[in-house]
Every structure is written in structure tokens, then in C-alpha cells.
């Protein structure tokens, strides 16, 4: 299971966030208000395991990662954490570190295991409805995303999965049953986890399903780096606004919750101390954060990129603006790393940032071989705590101070000959967490709502 913090948090005395040492060496719950959950949180595919069982289809992980080769040690989620089998334990882990919330993703094929195209898995609904119950009655907030990262496998072979924008009305219909189903205990809802990522990892670099891509990202069978990604996010925000759309003219009044989607957010700071690489800095976290948020927000894409994309990037009809613009009751982001942005129009870079899909811009952990921050188990993840300090203000910034749940971060330890000492001798992790939350703390200084659910 994922393991992270989850906060929700009603900020109007910011007397209490003062209270906070800077440096996060005194971390504790009394720094925060009555209401600010701490959390963990996962996604079906990497937990639930049984991925045959009891009548759930297969989706597009299941047959990705049984192709020898397309994961590390060719390792699946077949068993994963065997959650479904042992979410009862797992329910008594969180209680047993203090935690009140806990964030899941409903698996598509399990609720249907052919899509729209076979009939509703009344055993699927069943599990779900037992661990909703369960959590509820352990005083465990669900927090629940509908879509994240897995689809029927059956979508994608008639039709290229989220390439179609057939495949906007199977995701509402996929979520209308989920709130028809759970709409009654559920007070915050989450329709997809990083579409930015996802199309990014999917379609960009063909690491994920169904491992698209083109040079320079890499050498992939099928794809186009440059113009697969934008058609695939523009059919996940219209999906995402007409589930928003159905939620709130047939739901939300009755059920009482709230609806949002969460992003994969990163901050920038300029390679050089210098024009061009500032203005990098701008293109950079519209290409990465606003992408996806200035369209559910605004009702269209950063100027940036329709600057830089042109024809390339997809137009919003003047009907589909009106239930896209507005489509959420709270921004979600997952906030991990900060990175160094160089410009691309008017420097050489390496291949990849040299195109208009990276809005010509190169990102790098990396400052004459120096690193940004400490080192993580992911490459691309540094250890930069002032970055949850200005993403947040970013994001409260450009829009308008809205509600806000950080939903995911957190913290992997780099490879170690002796890993499992590693991890007993936590040590990092924890300084991980004192150092962001005190990074947070700063940022709420201010007399504003703020929302927060911190991450993996």
C-alpha cells in the first residue's frame, strides 16, 4: 500500500501555521486545525490484486505488464498488495497510525468488466460498498477517483481507448454507476487522477499503455509524440466535464458531495539567471500544471501552448466551453519535485525539448552537475521542500484561490545495498515530511481555504 499524509484543512487563523518551525524539525498535529485529515492513499491496479476474480474483467495494465519486457522484472499486479482480499487489515494499519481519510480508485473492469458493452459486476459493487462501509464505520473519510490510469482493455481494442472520443461517454457512464452506486456515502469525489501524466507517460514517452510514441521520445511501434498526447487529454477534460456535468444536475444536490479532478503538478526554477530561461520557467508550468487545469477552470488551454501549438492543439466547441469552463468544486494536485527549465527557441538542447509538445523547453534536475535537491528512488525526484511553498501559491494564484487538495506526496528512498535496513532507519522519509510541511505551513500563512491531502 502507498503510504502518505492527508490533510484537509480550513485555514481563516494563520496563527497557527506561524506556529511551525520553519526548518520542520517540530512537526505535530496540534500545528494544524480541527478538520485537517491525515491520510493514506492508493490505486486499485497497484493494491487490489485478484485481477481475474469474482467476475473483474482485464484492463489495459493487466495485458500491458503480461508482455515479457514492458515492465522491470516483468513484475504485474496480478496479487499487487492483495488488498481486495485484505482490506480489512489494511483498514486496521490506518487506524493504527492515526490516520482518518483514506483516498481509492474504483478499478473500471471490476465494476464493468467489458465497459459499456457487458453487464454491471454485482460482486465488484459488493466489495466496494464493504469497504466503504467499513471505513466509514472506523471514522475513515473515503476520498474516491474514479479513473485512475486503468481502462476496460475491451475499450482499447475497438477502438484506441481515451485516442476516441467514443471514449468519453463510456467514462460517464462508468461514473454515473459509481455514484448511483456509492454517491451515498461519498462526499468527495475525484473523476481522473493525472490525465496530464498519464497521456504524457502514454503517449509522449510510450512507457505506459498502449506504449505510443515517436522520435525522439523514443522508438515505439505505433504513435505520434507531437500530436497523440493533445487529442487524448482534450478527450479525457471533455470526459471529466460531462461526468462533472451529470454529477451535479442529477446527483450532487441529493447526495451533498463535491466533484474535482487532480493534476500532476511541478515547479520550475530557471536553469540560468537569465530572461529566456525565466520565461522557460512560465512555458513550463503552463505546458506541465495548466494544461490541465486552465481548461477545467477557464474553459480553454494556456495561451501558451496555443502560442507555441497552433493548429495542433484541439479547440473547445462553444458548448462544450460552457460545461468545461467551471467543471470542478476543487483543484487536486500531486505535487512531488521542483526541476531547472532551460529555453529551447533560443539555445540548443538535447532532443525532446526542442519540440512544440515540450513547449521548447528543456527540464533537468541537474545544475552543472550538481542536483536540485537530495537525490529519491525516482530520478526525476528531488528532495526540494521551498517547491511545496510556491506550487501552492502558483496554483492559488492563477486561480482565483480556489479550493485546494494537495493529493499526493511524498517521498522513495534511493536504491541501497542494504534496502531493508534502509528502511527500517526511516530517517529520511520522516525529514521528507517535516520539511514539507513546514513548507506548507508558509504557505498558508495567508487568510485563505485551503484544502490538502499530501502523498505517496
Not at 508550468?285 to 501558451?304: C, I, K, Q, R, S
Not at 466547441?317 to 483543484?331: A, H, M
Not at 481555504?449 to 502523498?455: A, K, T
Request: aromatic residues 14%.
Amino acid at each position: 500500500m502507498f503510504l502518505f499524509l492527508s490533510f484537509l484543512l480550513l485555514l481563516k487563523n494563520p496563527s497557527l501555521a506561524q506556529s511551525l518551525n520553519d526548518d520542520g524539525q517540530d512537526v505535530k498535529r496540534s500545528h494544524f486545525p480541527d478538520g485537517f485529515f491525515f491520510g493514506t492513499s492508493t490505486s486499485s491496479y497497484q493494491v487490489e490484486g485478484a485481477y481475474i476474480e469474482d467476475g473483474k474483467g482485464l484492463n489495459n495494465w493487466d495485458v500491458f505488464s503480461h508482455i515479457p519486457g514492458n515492465i522491470k522484472n516483468n513484475d504485474n499486479g496480478d496479487i499487487a498488495d492483495n488488498h481486495y482480499y485484505r482490506f480489512l487489515e489494511d483498514i486496521e494499519l490506518m487506524c493504527s497510525l492515526g490516520t482518518n481519510a483514506y483516498r481509492f480508485s474504483i478499478s473500471w473492469t471490476r465494476i464493468l468488466p467489458r465497459g459499456k458493452f457487458g453487464q454491471v459486476n454485482p460482486r465488484g459493487i459488493m466489495f466496494y460498498n464493504k469497504l466503504i462501509d467499513n471505513l466509514l464505520e472506523r471514522g475513515l473519510e473515503p476520498f474516491v477517483t474514479i479513473h485512475h490510469h486503468d481502462i476496460p482493455q475491451e475499450l482499447v481494442d475497438r477502438y484506441g481507448g481515451w485516442l476516441s472520443p467514443l471514449m468519453q461517454e463510456d467514462f460517464v457512464y462508468f461514473a454515473e454507476i459509481c455514484f448511483k452506486s456509492f454517491g451515498d456515502r461519498i462526499k468527495n469525489w475525484i473523476t481522473m487522477n493525472e490525465p496530464n501524466l498519464l497521456v504524457d507517460m502514454s503517449y509522449i514517452r510510450g512507457w505506459y499503455p498502449p506504449a505510443h510514441c515517436s522520435p525522439p521520445f523514443g522508438n515505439c511501434s505505433a504513435g505520434n509524440s507531437d500530436i497523440e498526447p493533445l487529442i487524448a487529454m482534450h478527450n479525457m477534460i471533455l470526459g471529466h466535464a460531462k461526468a462533472v456535468k451529470l454529477y451535479r444536475e442529477h446527483f450532487q444536490l441529493k447526495q451533498g458531495g463535491s466533484i474535482g479532478i487532480v493534476g500532476f503538478t511541478e515547479y520550475f526554477e530557471p536553469l540560468r539567471d537569465n530572461e529566456l530561461d525565466r520565461q522557460a520557467v512560465s512555458r513550463a508550468l503552463a505546458f506541465t500544471n495548466a494544461w490541465l487545469f486552465d481548461a477545467v477552470v477557464f474553459g480553454d488551454y494556456p495561451a501558451e501552448m496555443r502560442l507555441y501549438l497552433g493548429s495542433a492543439l484541439p479547440t473547445f466547441s462553444p458548448e462544450e466551453t460552457s460545461y468545461v469552463k467551471g467543471s470542478l468544486d476543487f483543484i487536486g494536485m500531486n505535487f512531488y519535485t521542483s526541476l531547472y527549465a532551460k529555453d529551447c527557441i533560443h539555445s540548443a538542447c538535447i532532443s525532446g525539448g526542442d519540440r512544440p509538445i515540450r513547449g521548447f523547453v528543456h527540464t533537468t534536475g541537474e545544475r552543472d552537475g550538481e542536483p536540485i535537491g537530495g537525490r529519491c528512488g525516482n530520478p526525476r525526484f528531488f528532495v526540494v521542500p521551498e517547491g511545496m511553498e510556491k506550487i501552492v501559491n502558483y496554483m492559488k494564484e492563477r486561480y482565483n484561490n480556489m479550493p485546494m487538495f494537495v493529493t499526493e506526496n511524498g517521498f522513495s528512498p534511493p536504491q541501497q545495498n542494504d534496502q531493508v535496513q534502509a528502511l527500517l532507519q526511516d530517517t529520511n522519509r520522516v525529514n521528507f515530511h517535516k520539511s514539507y510541511l513546514a513548507a506548507l505551513a508558509r504557505a498558508i500563512r495567508c487568510s485563505w481555504i485551503f484544502r490538502v491531502e499530501l502523498g505517496r
